[in-house]
């Protein structure tokens, strides 16, 4: 019988360099996603100096700077995040869904992999959950995302 082939990322960020891509739009929350970021990133061998953390006001310009970091070609890997929470207007749904297809448009018009850390909560309370406590830190998890499909490209 044959032996199918895999591939699969390891999750060693050693020797990439990658930008982190930070709102400051509620920078409370978003602060908390950014540290679980780069402490998951670090304690997988990444260098403080390969990484560069760019701040923009809010989820809306976050495509631009994605893609702007992405066809810089100077970064293995981006890690978008942010964190959006409904309000009584219809806003909550424009921004977020332009947000959400613009980032996904820069990545798959650069091939370059971002980690996807844009909370979208109807409330405080679920963003607080989100970014450390109840539902553990989004920051990571779109770090960790970044990192293994950064990994898997490289294999294929």
Known sequence: MNTMTTIEGKLDAKGLKIAIAA?????FIVERLVNGALDYL???????????LVRVPGAFELPLICQKLASSKKFNGIVALGAVIRGSTPHFDYVCNEASKGIAQAMLQHSTPIG????????LEQAIDRAGTKSGNKGVEAAEAMLETVRVLEQL
């Open 23 to 27: 709102t400051r739009f509620n920078d």
């Open 42 to 52: 670090c304690r997988h061998g990444l260098e403080p100096e390969n990484v560069t």
């Open 116 to 123: 996807f850390g844009l909370l979208t909560c109807d409330n």
